[in-house]
């Protein structure tokens, strides 16, 4: 949830905003907050540095995942923004109502479970015992079918994960169509050069 702010009050000291104490009294640039509120991590950012803190500035106000998430699913947007700015206030008092931006077309709550475009998930969770079980098994290739996804690397659940695998396919579908030339000339271009794919990781399973 992304509320907008009028001033990144939090970037100053709440001495001098009025906000709630803290005991170091020092203003937030960057970082984030674990709390046992609702919002649970509030994500301060950090590239604002140098601007004025009196100009506006979004503050990823909730960071939430799973049963955490679930629990903002039956709120409207404006619901959700309400909630998440309670809490702001909780921790940094009032002067966080008083600078907010309010109106859907200053802030922002997504739900992904209802995003389509994500088919309703985000990455692979894998249990114990399942990245040797079914990762091995779901990178190799079926016949003329190759299979890439953040899901088939060791650097699952994440874009990096998603790039080893585009990789190694292009090296799979290469090698296999007697095209091993194309691609050492593609593993020795700047790109590829400090590629591994992290294959080594899979020896012997
Ligand atoms: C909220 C969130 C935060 C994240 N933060 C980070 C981060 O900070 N850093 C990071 O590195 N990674 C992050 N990730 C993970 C990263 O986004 C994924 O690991 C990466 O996008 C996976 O890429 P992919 O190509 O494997 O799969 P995807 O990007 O999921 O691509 C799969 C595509 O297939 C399409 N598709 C599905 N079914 C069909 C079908 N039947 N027919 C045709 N198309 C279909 C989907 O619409 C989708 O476009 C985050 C993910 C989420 C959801």
């Known amino acids: 949830i992304f509320l907008q702010f009028k001033s990144r009050f939090w970037e100053k000291s709440p001495l001098e905003t009025g ?6 009294n020092v ?14 991590t509030v994500v ?7 601007l004025p803190k009196d100009g506006p500035g979004v503050l990823l106000a909730s960071y939430t995942w799973e049963n955490d998430a ?10 959700c923004f309400e909630l998440a700015l309670n809490d702001i206030v909780t921790l940094h008092g ?18 992904w479970q209802n995003d ?7 990455y692979a969770k894998y249990g114990v015992g399942q990245v040797k079980n079914l990762m091995v098994a779901m990178m190799r290739s079926e016949d003329f079918i190759h299979w890439a996804g953040e899901h088939t690397d060791i ?3 994440w874009i990096l994960g998603a790039l080893n695998s585009a990789v190694r396919v292009v090296k ?12 050492l000339k593609l593993k020795n271009s700047r790109l590829l050069k400090y590629w591994n794919g992290n294959l080594d990781a899979f020896k012997g399973y």
């Open 44 to 50: 301060y950012p950090s590239y604002y540095q140098g």
């Open 70 to 79: 679930i629990k903002y699913s039956p709120f409207t947007e404006e619901e």
């Open 172 to 183: 799979e579908i290469l090698q296999e169509n007697s095209m091993n030339d194309k691609w």
């Open 19 to 24: 906000g709630l104490q803290t005991t170091s």
């Open 116 to 122: 389509k475009t994500v088919v309703g998930g985000a």
């Open 94 to 111: 009032e002067i966080a109502r008083k600078e907010w931006i309010p109106g859907k077309e200053n802030n922002k709550a997504h739900y």
């Open 155 to 157: 650097h699952n659940a």
């Open 27 to 40: 203003g937030i640039v960057g970082g984030s907050s674990s709390t046992d509120l609702p919002v649970r």
